[in-house]
């Protein structure tokens, strides 16, 4: 590719950055990394009332999240509004663009009678060549060519015409000044050099209006890629009916950013059969050309399934950090979580607590909330215990065992899982019976439940004292 590659990523403020957003960003970002380019960043936010800057904060920290940098910017289109007069009035002085006086009223009323006559509904130019005072209030339009096609060719769609006759002579400028999205839009990309204008597929329509102002402005058009729209299971756009569509949501629910940036460019982009990308690997081979024109369908299985893919190769390191938020999330006190960390004193080759529970729990675990709830029983917490678990494991005759088992414990020197497990093998080859008959009920006795990792780590993970705690509980309640 000769010239230098510069795209653009240009959300609205109107709310939290969703995955539609998210992966037009990373497309775009992607090309520019692959062709060694420029990545900007602009807000759209010439609609005053809907834009916060709650959302443009939150577009932010959603992009860093995924750790998508931008090269320029983030450019604020409130702040370029000068540019815009400046070009609406040129267009206006060279006669390729005029004033409309007509009223929202005047104009709904024609839109509903030409729909009832069964015309298309567009603007019918009444003011095209109508004599308007400067200062009369109104709004911009552009004298839209009306004969012929306009041919969109698009990286993505190929060859895409639009009949010129079903062109309306769209507005630039609104009657109180604030310039249109097709309007702020060509400006902007022409003065930032964008070469490539990477988007969904929804704006695929105002192609052509931009197009046609793009020449009356003398303006060289970029090249155009319009992707397919992200769809649910159910074909319908994706919405929140389906779950959690912004990115934040997804960080905040235990997925890593590297899980989501791979699942999100595979909406809609292939090589080969490759599922699993690093981010170096994504640059090399990222190309444009392989995005598929038809919709892709949202499938959280798989989002699901590289998440846990990628929580079982991270550092522990790095996702002991990240899951303590989510303990606290599952209901365990701050306190509980210092008082346990506090008193890990096993692991002699460094390993904090937050690593070894890592580490014991992320093979089943497909999200860090869903680790973070996995290991909960490991704090100091009430929990629930199955009923089914407890008739067919806590029976008299194991409770025994138990009794006799926490007498043992008691007297261990050494708390961590080698130990513990000589103990138990040796208790059972003692009595007769298999590991199991004792392993399980200590294992419902200390998690509530019958799954869980091997129960020697989990006893070193949950420590001496909440152990025999919970041995005594049950013993207790059952009264053995």
Request: glycine share 8%; proline share 5%; with cysteine.
């Amino acid at each position: 590719m000769s010239e230098r590659v510069r795209v653009r990523f240009a959300p609205s403020p109107t709310g939290h950055l969703h995955v539609g957003g998210a992966r037009t960003a990373l497309y775009n970002w992607l090309f520019a990394r692959h062709h060694g380019g420029t990545f900007l960043l602009r807000i759209e936010d010439t609609d005053a009332d809907r834009s916060t800057e709650a959302s443009v904060e939150g577009i932010l920290e959603g992009l860093q999240w995924l750790g998508l940098d931008w090269d320029e910017g983030p450019y604020r289109q409130a702040e370029r509004l000068s540019m815009y007069r400046e070009h609406a009035e040129r267009l206006l002085r060279t006669g390729k663009a005029y004033r409309c006086v007509c009223t929202p009223e005047e104009l709904e009323g024609r839109r509903k009678a030409a729909l009832a006559a069964g015309r298309s509904p567009r603007y019918d130019g009444r003011c095209r060549d109508r004599r308007v005072e400067p200062d009369t209030p109104g709004a911009l339009r552009l004298r839209v060519g009306d004969v012929g096609v306009t041919v969109v060719e698009d990286l993505i769609h190929g060859a895409v015409s639009f009949d010129n006759a079903e062109l309306d002579d769209f507005i630039l400028v609104r009657s109180d000044g604030v310039p249109t999205y097709n309007f702020a839009v060509v400006i902007d990309d022409a003065l930032l050099h964008v070469t490539h204008v990477i988007r969904g597929d929804d704006h695929l329509s105002n192609t052509p209006k931009q197009i046609q102002l793009s020449q009356a402005l003398d303006f060289p058009l970029p090249r155009f890629a319009h992707i397919p729209m992200i769809l649910g299971p159910d074909r319908t756009r994706l919405s929140k009916r389906h779950g959690a569509t912004s990115v934040l949501a997804y960080r905040d629910q235990g997925y890593l950013p590297e899980a989501l940036v791979n699942y999100l460019v595979r909406l809609g982009w292939s090589h080969g059969d490759q599922e699993i990308f690093s981010r170096e690997e994504l640059i090399r081979h990222f190309d444009i050309a392989q995005v598929g024109d038809t919709p892709a369908i949202f499938d959280q299985a798989k989002l699901n399934w590289l998440n846990g893919h990628y929580i079982r190769q991270a550092d522990p390191k790095w996702l002991a950090d990240l899951v303590v938020p989510f303990w606290r999330q599952v209901g365990v006190s701050p306190e509980a979580i210092e008082a346990r960390t506090a008193a890990w004193t096993t692991g002699g080759d460094g390993t904090t607590f937050a690593e070894a529970v890592v580490q014991a729990f992320r093979d089943r675990a497909t999200t860090l909330a869903e680790l973070a709830q996995d290991s909960r029983f490991l704090f100091r917490v009430p929990i629930e215990h199955d009923g089914q678990a407890v008739d067919r494991y806590l029976r008299p005759e194991t409770l025994t065992h138990l009794r006799e088992l926490t007498d043992r414990l008691r007297g261990l020197h050494t708390w961590s899982a080698a130990p513990l497990e000589t103990l138990y093998r040796a208790f059972a080859a003692e009595k007769g019976l298999k590991l199991g008959d004792v392993a399980q009920p200590t294992r419902v006795a200390l998690t509530g439940g019958t799954v869980s990792p091997p129960l020697f780590v989990v006893m070193e993970l949950v420590g001496r004292e909440l152990c025999l705690e919970r041995l005594a509980a049950v013993l207790g309640r059952t009264g053995a």
